[in-house]
């Protein structure tokens, strides 16, 4: 592929090929496709999970896919697209399938798409209309940039239920950063790991570190990978750590 080579951690991420293949021969996916020709037909989703990374899916065949899964909303907790170029039109037609409220997809893995401003916008607003399911998002290797600050305001929803959250190399600014921790201020109590590796934070890590300090913090896993922490920042979030040691289980700097 052309895209640099991906981060590391990518070996981690929950969506990823690596993770996929060491499941069970047990749990087959409901989808096996390697082009849009298979979503040319009716999708009956038995399975309750979808895994298309890296399958060539078009807008043709995002449609097919949204088309399905508002036929049938019900069954579908983990859908992974990551690794396909997906345009606006792409993202806005899988925003719709979310905004449904009997939608009851659980993860959502949409890392290497492309995903753009627009995108991000449609995705952030169907979440503030249905923010009762979704447990894990992961938007890795996308350009947003300051479009992070619309998920903030998804997860400054009490009744968001975000444990896993993936932003790493996504461009995020000291704005952007600055935005998250004061989510995190607002609803600290579900998000259990989040991944900013890759991103120039900087001295902003010092915003999260306030995060950390809050008793009701429940973050167990952080990741700040490359992101430029410097000796005020790490001594920021050492202090923090000290204040509320209880939580937090790992830290990649």
């Known amino acids: 592929m052309n895209h640099r080579q991906a981060p590391r951690d990518q070996e981690f991420s929950p ?4 993770v996929q293949e060491k499941k069970s021969e047990a749990e087959p996916s409901c989808v096996s496709m390697r082009s849009d020709a298979s979503l040319g037909h009716p999708v009956d989703f038995k399975s309750d999970d979808t895994r298309l990374s890296d399958c060539g899916v078009t807008d043709k065949g995002c449609a097919a896919l949204a088309s399905a899964l508002r036929s049938n909303p019900s069954h579908l907790r ?27 997809l659980e993860k959502l893995w949409l890392r290497i798409c492309g995903v753009t401003d ?25 350009k947003l940039g300051d479009s992070v600050k619309l998920l903030s305001d998804v997860l400054q929803n009490p009744h ?11 461009g995020v600014t000291d704005e952007g950063c600055a935005a998250l921790a ?35 913090c429940k973050l167990e ?16 979030l050492a202090s923090a750590l000290r204040s509320n040691p209880s939580h937090l289980r790992e830290l990649n700097l």
């Not at 896993?221 to 920021?236: H, I, K, P, Y």
């Open 182 to 216: 004061s989510a995190l201020r607002s609803n600290p109590s579900h998000l259990r790991e989040l991944n900013l590796s890759w991103n120039e934070l900087g001295d902003s890590v010092k915003l999260l570190s306030d995060v950390l300090q809050n008793p009701h």
């Open 160 to 170: 968001c239920k975000l444990e896993i959250l993936w932003l790493s190399d996504c």
């Open 221 to 236: 896993t952080l990741w700040l990978r490359d992101c430029g922490v410097t000796d005020e920042g790490c001594a920021a």
């Open 78 to 104: 983990e859908l992974d697209l990551s690794e396909n170029k997906l345009k606006s039109s792409s993202m806005k037609l899988l925003s719709a399938v979310l905004e449904d409220p009997h939608c009851k």
């Open 15 to 18: 969506g990823c090929s690596s």
């Open 118 to 142: 627009e995108g991000c916008a449609a995705l952030a607003s169907a979440l503030r209309s249905n923010s009762s399911h979704l447990r894990e998002l992961d938007l890795s290797v996308n």
